[in-house]
Nanobody, 126 residues
Framework: QAQVVESGGASVQPGGSLKLSCVAS????????IGWFREAPGKEREGISC????????NYADSVKGRFRISKDNAKKTVYLQMNNLKPEDTGMYYC???????????????????WGQGIQVTVSS
């Protein structure tokens, strides 16, 4: 069964850091693009970042650019999202997503994407 499983969510204070992990199983992640979406209370789901399957090209939403960094370890079939200088507006459920379609062309709200994780909560609050 193809799945992705997130971990690393927590509650942190503004300015803090977290590192989310997404472990893929049941499919060849070498051929899948992987990214992160988040859903905040009262807001629409938004794409945060993604990394391509081949050259590891990355993309970031303007809201996280310069603060978040996506990376991957192919041997571990794991994608990471390092989140620094967290802000209260970063609070939300974070979802790892995998799809064979190039992630730079993904729908901004993640519609029609193939494999979704169950999500993990990130809370930024003082």
């Amino acid at each position: 069964q193809a799945q992705v499983v997130e971990s690393g969510g927590a509650s942190v204070q503004p300015g803090g850091s977290l590192k989310l992990s997404c472990v893929a199983s049941g499919f060849s992640s070498d051929y899948y693009e992987i990214g992160w979406f988040r859903e905040a209370p009262g807001k629409e789901r938004e794409g945060i970042s993604c990394i391509s399957s081949d050259e590891g090209n990355t993309n970031y939403a303007d809201s996280v650019k310069g603060r978040f960094r996506i990376s991957k370890d192919n041997a571990k079939k794991t994608v990471y999202l390092q989140m620094n200088n967290l802000k209260p507006e970063d609070t939300g459920m974070y979802y790892c997503v995998a799809d064979r379609y190039p992630c730079l062309s993904w729908d901004p709200k993640g519609r029609h994407l193939e494999i979704w994780g169950q999500g993990i909560q990130v809370t930024v609050s003082s």
